[in-house]
């Protein structure tokens, strides 16, 4: 399950990286392939944490009594509150308030919220091939 | 129309009404409109509700809760009025005799809702099998990507194409911003909310885990023979096994258990005696309050400590019986012990009813000492329900079950009162024999002021009074009055931003006696 779990993570920080990257263009110009660097990078380094958190979602999506299509949208739901979550936990950390008026940090949120819905929906085969081979 | 196909509008329905009667507005009257449509709504839906007298007897709860929301609008009574409609749809969508159980549910639906709305769509849409929405994405991933990055590669080699681009970011910018400035994103999230609540209160789940699980529970003990091995898995068995070593194991466990709970309940119960003896002789019969009686110290260690007590001799009690001690033929003395050991432990509980009586006595009231009563009524029934439990052998979901709707009850007498108010005006009243808390009294909601405003003399001396032992109500001395022009006018502020949806009982009596008030005051000036 770690395996399929690692999936959704490095799919989700990939996309976020990406399509953050895309966005800070107008701002950055050409060096918006660090700030996808950037982005990545320290995405991989703080979201670690939230890979036993990714497992346990999982283990209740298996045990769930609905249709696959019907737990992967529950799955993608419940991530993105998992993401948001995380994102209020770093702003009490830090004591940064999250929505302090700068469009960024709406957009980062924006953008990773869209980008953990997309790569569950991207991992949907190792997600119920796992539940098949298992 | 099927009720599958029912749902998906109904919830819609409900999130818009849920939208226009609640947005930036006290929930008061337009909890009555919420609840007309989703009672309707759940009784159309799961008609069996009608029939089942649990979820019956939960709506009458519901709708008194309903009746304090309209009356007082205390923060105790809006809690009530969304806990008890939680509840009444738990009984209204399962089938379930404990509040546990029927709030485990409720708590499902709304963990679950998204999985059953999406049940619902795909069943609604199973006409249209084959998709052509999914189809048409997948074509369009990899085209698009290829257009996405050559796009950005002429963008950064064209100078025209780079400052066409950033003329039309800057109009989907103003697009943007004037839609929002139409319709806020607060507004958009507070529908998303109300699609939600209304949602998840509506669909029920497909998980059978709760309702199955509570079937096979039952009110009444039964003897059920273990096999060692089987015993053994148990965890009671393992702390059993480790306080009393070899005495816990073998056939003659259970009678060893027996001594065991006959000499602790005889010595508790000793000790408990000697306890009571003291609170009777000391603060029953000869309790005289005199400055040196440090009845703080009395009051909070003293009662914290005791009801900590009362609830450790439950567990104590459901401890030893919990099993087979409750079938053994000579735990006739295990029983008197207990029985002792519940009376003992109800007069400590009076004890500390007298405890807090001599306390808002000398103090006058507040929320901790009427929470205190609270607890207390409640501990009162668990010591009642143990005493059932043993004399009649009911199981420890009785004993969750019974307690669960003596709380539920309590709730709802609880927003049956209006507390700021009624806490005022007590400790005004009292103020001769207790010494009157005026900044503590202004702690309390807007819900007061009309008591305060006719007392303002009054509280002007006691200001007065207060400021000689050096404790001010603010950073000036002398400025009641201005505390409560300043509280009046904002309450009168807020209370013109409300429309009719907000109605209720108190807050219109407090506008029209305020507002009375103050064009005295004009008149006068």
């Not at chain 1, 509150?81 to 302090?100: C, E, G, I, K």
């Not at chain 2, 295990?334 to 807090?356: C, E, H, P, T």
């Amino acid at each position: 399950m770690l395996s399929v779990a690692f999936y959704i993570w490095i799919r989700a920080i990939t996309l976020n990286a990406l399509l953050f990257g895309l966005y800070s263009i107008r701002e950055a110009g050409i060096s918006f392939i660090m700030v996808m660097g950037g982005v990545f990078i320290g995405s991989l380094v703080c979201t670690l944490p939230l890979l036993p958190i990714i497992v346990i979602c999982l283990k209740c999506f298996y045990v769930l009594p609905y249709d696959t299509s019907d737990k992967l949208p529950w799955l993608a739901f419940v991530l993105m509150v998992t993401a948001m979550a995380f994102y209020m936990m770093l702003s009490l950390l830090l004591q940064v308030p999250l929505f302090n008026g700068e469009s960024f940090v709406v957009w980062l949120i924006a953008i990773s919220l869209f980008s953990v819905l997309m790569a569950v929906f991207w991992t949907r085969k190792p997600i119920v091939n796992f539940k098949v081979t298992n | 129309m099927s009720l599958s196909k029912i749902y998906t509008p109904l919830i819609l329905a409900g999130a818009f009404l849920f939208n226009i009667i609640f947005w930036q507005e006290n929930l008061a009257l337009n909890a009555l409109l919420f609840d007309a449509f989703i009672l309707s709504a759940v009784f159309y839906c799961y008609p069996r509700a009608s029939g089942d007298s649990i979820a019956r007897w939960m709506l009458l709860i519901h709708l008194l809760c309903l009746l304090g929301l309209l009356w007082n609008n205390t923060v105790v009574s809006k809690i009530a009025y969304c806990s008890s409609l939680l509840l009444f749809i738990g009984f209204a969508q399962y089938v379930h005799r404990s509040v546990w159980f029927a709030g485990g549910s409720v708590v499902m639906n709304f963990l679950l809702f998204i999985a059953s709305f999406s049940e619902q769509v795909r069943n609604k849409s199973k006409i249209n099998k084959k998709s052509t929405a999914g189809r048409f994405i997948r074509f369009a991933i990899f085209p698009l990507l290829l257009l996405a990055i050559f796009f950005l590669i002429y963008n950064f080699a064209n100078g025209v194409l780079a400052k066409w681009t950033a003329q039309l970011g800057t109009q989907i910018d103003k697009l943007f911003l004037k839609f929002f400035d139409r319709f806020s994103i607060d507004r958009i999230l507070f529908l998303i909310l109300g699609f939600y609540i209304t949602g998840s209160i509506l669909l029920r789940t497909k998980l059978k885990a709760l309702e199955q699980k509570e079937a096979g529970l039952s009110d009444s003990l039964k003897r059920i023979r273990m096999f060692r091995g089987k015993a053994q898995e148990s965890w009671w068995y393992d702390i059993v096994s480790g306080v009393m070593g070899k005495l816990g194991k073998g056939v003659m466990a259970l009678k060893n258990e027996n001594i065991v709970g006959v000499i602790s309940l005889v010595l508790l119960n000793i000790l408990l005696l000697f306890v009571n003896i003291i609170d009777i002789s000391h603060l029953w019969i000869n309790f005289k309050y005199t400055p040196d009686v440090n009845l703080f110290a009395m009051i909070h260690e003293g009662t914290e400590l005791l009801i900590l007590s009362i609830v450790l001799a439950m567990f104590v009690l459901l401890f030893f019986f919990r099993g087979n001690l409750n079938f053994y033929t000579k735990n006739k003395w295990l029983k008197i012990g207990a029985y002792a050991w519940i009376v003992q432990n109800i007069i400590l509980v009076i004890s500390v009813f007298i405890r807090d009586y001599h306390y808002i006595i000398q103090f006058g009231l507040a929320y901790k000492r009427i929470g205190v009563l609270f607890f207390l009524s409640m501990v009162l029934v668990g010591l009642v329900t143990v005493f059932i439990k043993i004399q009649y052998k009911k199981t420890g979901y009785y004993l969750l079950r019974v307690n669960a709707w003596a709380a539920l009850v309590l709730l709802v007498f609880g927003s049956m009162v209006n507390w700021d108010v009624y806490i005022t005006k007590y400790n005004i009243a009292h103020r001769t024999t207790a010494p009157l808390n005026l900044p503590y009294l202004l702690t309390f909601s807007d819900k007061n002021l009309p008591v305060l405003e006719d007392n303002r003399q009054l509280l002007r001396e006691r200001e007065k009074e207060l400021n000689n032992t050096n404790i001010k109500l603010a950073r000036c001395t002398d400025c009641i009055d201005a505390i409560l022009d300043s509280r009046k006018n904002n309450y009168l502020k807020e209370q013109n931003t409300y429309t009719w949806l907000s109605w209720n009982l108190a807050d219109a009596a407090i506008k029209k006696q305020l507002e009375a008030t103050m064009s005295n005051k004009i008149s006068k000036q």
